[in-house]
């Protein structure tokens, strides 16, 4: 087959940022003269595997899938694969090592070399490892296929400054390193002449954003100029930090219409003294007073945060501390996660490591005052009117033809009934909240307003042909705004490092 017919597949793992590089692959690799792979096919020609480390089995789930291809490739000596990602950064050689049927590993700051990388895996007939200690320069020119017609993750930094004990991110991303505003704007008004009308600031310490530029508030100018890009209907952040939440990013967020009512806070403990441990740089009463300012400008905020269950050294009293703090916060939704080691952090080699069975009771308790919480939340929305951004992928399989599914400004999901006239992914439905589950809304009942979009109609030109969609990259995550709610005790992923 001709290199301009090699087919390929991006298969990610992990955040948001990775999702994000995997459409950066695939544009590199269509540049190139690679098409997608379509669904339901032969093995692709190419398989990228794009790798999340901070799994406690991240590295069993990656060789898994590795050693189910090893047969398909000794069948096909054409075929190739590549491994990218954090894991790529961390284990380097040892992964041709396990698996010597691989053909190129790249580190996090290496995905622009992915193609040059496979056809000199192809020439020379041996493995081809390359990983960078640092990014040399944001990697902004690169080409991107989006998965999504009317909504797009625009990054704004990499990296991390943070010293989390349970974090690896800094070693894997490295420093943070910002990209100047006008090419972040730049972006946005090209991809809104697309047809994007929902966009996603994207960084590790999203809020952190100026550090690298000498602007402390660099990111609320920013947003307010998001707020000035003609056509832009929604905007959206992830995931932010507390340390660097200041009152001019509440400020703008208030004030700029296109910026959605919602945030996502990681709060990690409730309890200061877990803080101090895991090296979080504020106590539970600053994150308190971060969540009452934002609700004072904000009073329709939906809420979300990430909580870490069982961290070393976490007494009864340190996880009542969480509790007081869900409790108070009221978050609309919660990403709960049980401790797990990550090599190479400092808490891995913490004494007072806990028992699992401990950890797993108290991630019960956790997750049920959750379910609780975000249910009540949910049905303060009942009878209230919103506008629903409808989604691809989001509905129900069980009655696809009688439902769609779409997000509402706060992101909350909204499953509505089908409207008689056809509506699109990107057009946006008003329609009134009429039942609250935990994790959804339902707006039973005639729709109120359709209104075609300019996004609707990239959408509609993308898929013109839905039966030979290709199937392109394999995304881990959704594709629209910020993190979706997972069901009752699903490890979501709103962050790399869910810092």
Known sequence: MPDAARTYEVRTFGCQMNVHDSERMAGLLERAGYVPAPAGGESPDVVVFNTCAVRENADNR????????????????????????????????????????????????????LPVLLDRARVQRE??????????????????RRESAYAAWVAISVGCNNTCTFCIVPALRGKEKDRRPGDVLAEIEALVAEGVTEITLLGQNVNAYGSDIGDRQAFS???????????????????PHPRDFTDDVIEAMAETPNVMPQLHMPLQSGSSRVLRAMRRSYRQE??????????????????????????PGETEEDFEETLHVVREARFAQAFTFQYSKRPGTPAAEMPDQL???TVQERYERLVALQDDISWSENKKQVGRTVEVLVAEGEGRKDDATRRLSGRAPDNRLVHFTRPAEPVRPGDVVTVEITYAAPHHLLAEGQVQSVRRSRAGDAWERRTAAPADRPQGVMLGLPTVGAPAPAAPGAPGAPGCEVC
């Open 355 to 357: 028992p699992k069975a």
């Open 127 to 144: 493995a081809q490892v390359e990983i960078a200690e640092s990014l040399e320069a944001f990697p902004s020119t690169l080409p991107t």
């Open 221 to 239: 100018k920013l947003l307010r100029a998001c707020g000035r890009v003609e056509g832009l209907e929604r905007v959206r952040f992830t995931s």
């Open 62 to 113: 990656l060789y898994g899938n590795l050693g189910q291809l090893a047969p398909k490739k000794a069948a096909r000596p054409g075929m190739q694969i590549a491994v990218g990602g954090c894991l790529a950064q961390k284990d380097r050689d040892a992964i041709v090592s396990r698996a010597p049927w691989v053909d190129v590993v790249f580190g996090t700051h290496n995905v622009g070399s």
């Open 286 to 311: 600053r994150y308190l007073g971060i969540i009452g300012k934002v609700r004072a400008a904000i009073p329709d905020a939906a809420i979300t945060t990430d909580i870490i269950v069982g961290f």
